[in-house]
């Protein structure tokens, strides 16, 4: 009977809706909510089992099952559940995947499940009243602390502001949505909800850095932001659908890292220097949290007269790390060199992908800034 009844749990995940995480989309989930009535994979059901009073799992293929238990699942199954408790999910509320972070995952299921945030939209109003205000711990620039900062998130005045002090007339700095991206970063920042905001001033990018100690806040922050860029994005392009404007809301970068480069003479020796890919923007860094990129490069697409070449040219010398990349611009080449060929492999990766698309009208606005800076 028990093989049988285990047995039976495994062929519902041949079900449609079933073959996939209910939680974050990784194939094959091996775990099952018995009490939510889902299939999970294993990562997701170590966050269930935090919230014993929502969620109970089991093994799908080692644990033993009730015939009870059994029928829930069959009655219930992934399709039923995201029904149930995404029936209200707002478009901008950012739905993490398995390669996201352990944070965006947890407050995910918490705020499905155990909250029940998106059967009741009232609850929603932390992160879609279009005002937000708060203390976050703030990395100081040039000290490497952090310390509490008020943070004000207007969307009235499209702006992110934050303060000094708290009883500050004046914000610090002034971040306009339409320029600003957030991405969870608490590997580089050494806190588990460690966030990144970025932002243009002057056409350049400037980095923060922060947390909070309640995983909930941060990532309220994060939607918050993410809301507050949906709205400024539909009165920029009314005719844009829902399905057009959400991947603009947040983007995580395409490639980061430490990679040599030399300067443009080619001449001087290489460099170490931290690298991000963000979108079409090249920046390098002295070290991974600093506010501001000692360069950036533009990279447009193969029409315009980009490419990325695997290797250095025969004469480079002064670099230490063995494997080259040679990014050409209409204007010169750069030269980089990565310390193993694996992290060469997923630079030029990255680097062709932004390359072999099409550049959008916009896109060529930024380009010639590019070219025009001192």
Not at 47 to 73: C, G, T, Y
Not at 186 to 215: M, W
Not at 232 to 252: C, H
Not at 320 to 333: A, D, K, L
């Amino acid at each position: 009977m028990a093989k049988e009844r285990r047995r039976a749990v495994l062929e519902l995940l041949q079900r449609p809706g079933n073959a996939h995480c209910a939680d974050c989309g990784a194939p094959d989930p091996d775990w099952a909510s018995y009490t939510l009535g889902v299939f999970i994979c294993l990562s997701c059901s170590g966050i269930h089992r935090n919230i014993p009073q929502v969620s109970k799992v089991k093994s799908v293929r080692l644990d033993a099952w009730e015939e009870a238990q059994v029928e829930f699942m069959a009655s219930r199954g992934n399709a039923v559940a995201r029904a149930m408790f995404q029936s209200k999910v707002p478009p901008f509320y950012y739905r993490p995947s398995a390669s996201d972070c352990q944070l965006l995952r947890e407050q995910w299921i918490r705020a499905k499940y155990e909250r029940q945030e998106f059967t009741h939209p009232e609850r929603q109003e932390p992160y879609s009243a279009g005002y937000r205000e708060g203390f976050l711990w703030k990395r100081g620039r040039d000290n490497g602390q952090f310390l509490s900062r008020k943070f004000v998130l207007t969307e009235r005045e499209g702006a992110l502001k934050y303060f000094n002090r708290s009883d500050a007339k004046e914000p610090k700095a002034v971040m306009k949505i339409e320029h600003l991206n957030a991405t969870f970063q608490p590997a580089k920042i050494g806190h588990p909800h460690g966030l990144q905001v970025t932002y243009l001033k002057d056409n350049s990018t400037r980095n923060i850095f922060v947390y909070h100690e309640d995983g909930k806040e941060i990532v309220d922050w994060f939607n918050a932001l993410r809301a507050a860029r949906f709205h400024y994005l539909q009165v920029a392009f009314p005719g844009a659908s829902d399905a057009d404007l959400v991947p603009k809301l947040s983007r995580n970068y395409l490639q980061e890292g430490y990679m040599e480069k030399t300067g443009p003479k080619q001449t001087e020796g290489f460099r170490k220097r931290w690298f991000t890919m963000d979108d079409r923007r090249l920046m390098y860094f002295k070290d991974p949290l600093d506010a501001f990129a000692r360069g950036e490069v533009f990279i447009g697409s193969r029409e315009s007269g980009y490419t990325v070449l695997d290797g250095l040219p025969p004469s480079t010398q002064g670099h230490h790390w063995p494997h080259g990349i040679t990014i050409v611009t209409p204007e010169r080449r750069f030269l980089l060199a990565c310390e193993t060929e694996s992290e060469q492999r997923a630079w030029m990766e990255a680097l062709r992908t932004v390359v072999d698309r099409p550049m959008l009208p916009q896109e060529y606005a930024v380009e010639a800034h590019f070219k025009h800076k001192p």
